[in-house]
């Protein structure tokens, strides 16, 4: 037996029973399930939308470790266009110099990393797609660089070998060895003039070294004059043909002749303090079609990189020549 329902009838001041019918049944079971489900979805989308799922957020982990990797690469990418730059440089600057070449007219040019504000800002608002699109380009131009560099370097090769004998004529050492050398005083440039006390264009490198040291042609050539030149004192010039000559001044001693053919390491003097010189050092130009041009570019055959390096440093550092 079902509970009768009574309400309190103010009108009549008496308990009426409550009649239950089948409609109000159904319509507060409709109400209690309409109540449950608004609930149940507030809840579906406040959770879902404040807090991630656990799929969400191992994906949200994947991209930000995704994004560290292509910084990452992205950086060694631009270390290596850096790098490019360095080694296109030195093939037009020194080598097809060398080899009288002319520079590469294919050349690729490349877009090198700089430090950009909002440049974080810029990667997090980049899709996975657009990452990939990027580094990908940078790649493929960075592939296309090396292979002509590659040609390039092939290109040097085939002449040098077909060159061997203009390779033995170009001055590509020191004339004083490392050993015996004190220091390197000046190198070419703007210099302080030990003499006057003004700043002029020293056109060598001054090698102090002692009185008697050797000193050596740098290339295979023809003394083409071996005795006292103005400013110079005791003097030789080489003429080592194909546009390249090579002085060494202020010598202690003359150990050649004029048109004496001399090889690459004869030792064609010794050092001295001849001329206008304040102290024992070889003076050493190379001259190139009647021009002179810097010497350190030209001791290629003579020095390893980090030797090559300290000598840069020593000749730059030093403000004053010696003659």
Known sequence: MSKKKFHFNPQTLNYEQVEVTFGSVMWRIFLFLLVGVVIGLAFFFVFFLIFPSPS??????????LRT????????VDELQLVMIDLRQRDDNLYRVLLQAE????SVSFATSVSRSNYYDDLL????????????????LLEKTIYVQNKSYDEIISMAQTN?????????IQPILNKDLTRIASGYGYRMDPIYHTRRFHAGMDFTAPTGTDIFATGDGVVELAGWKQGYGNCVIINHGFGYETLYGHMHKILVRKGMKVKR????????NTGKSTGPHCHYEVHYKGNVVDPRNYYFQ???????????QMADNYGQAMD
């Open 265 to 272: 390491g004869d030792v064609i003097g010794l050092v001295g």
């Open 56 to 65: 969400e957020k191992l994906r949200e982990q994947q991209v930000r470790e």
């Open 103 to 106: 520079p590469l007219s294919n």
């Open 69 to 76: 990797q292509y910084e990452v690469l992205n950086r060694q």
């Open 125 to 140: 608002q980049k899709t996975n797609s657009q990452l990939a699109a990027d580094l990908t380009r940078k790649v493929d």
């Open 164 to 172: 061997e004998e203009r390779m033995r004529h170009i001055p590509s």
């Open 302 to 312: 003579d020095l390893s990189p980090e030797e090559y390096d300290k000598m840069i």
